[in-house]
């Protein structure tokens, strides 16, 4: 009976040591890594027009009074065309939202502005993704929530799910 414990008791440490590894590895770690920036100014930029017939981005533009949205996309990004309808959704509901886009040539965002729709009021373009960094982005998208005098308050990383928007426009208004 005692050479069984003895056989047993390895098995069982050894089964458990198992199972914890399989969970480790089916567990996604938390990855997500906020911005330096939250409750912070946006860093200065000036950003030019990411193409024809839009205006660049400026961060003073940024702290006009009206808590906004700032949204880090790119044209060859699949996730940020699975996140247009929401931004649109945004926008009527009266959301200002800024684009910056990221490492990306100017016919290709006019080709996705008008595939996808534009929500945004003004598009720079961040051709080496200096303003990505400065921001602390990981990727894209990517939406920052500013409050009316420029303060970065809340970091979105992933697509704006359907359900996220009312919980947006309620942040928002309460900025106000």
Known sequence: MKNRWVLFVPLAIMGLLFGAFIYRLVTPAETLIQSQWIDKPMPLFDLPPATAGVEGLKSSQLADGRPRLVNVFASWCIPCRAEAPQLEALKAAGVPIDGIAI??????????????????????????????????????????????????????????????????????????
């Open 103 to 176: 490492r990306d040539r100017p016919e290709d965002v006019a080709m996705f502005l008008r595939e996808y729709g534009n929500p945004f009021d003004r598009v720079g373009a961040d051709m080496q993704s200096s303003v990505q960094i400065a921001l602390g982005s990981s990727g894209v998208p990517e939406t920052f929530l500013i409050d009316g005098k420029g303060i970065i308050r809340e970091q979105i990383q992933g697509v704006i799910l359907a359900d996220q928007v009312p919980e947006i426009v309620a942040k928002l208004e309460a900025m106000k």
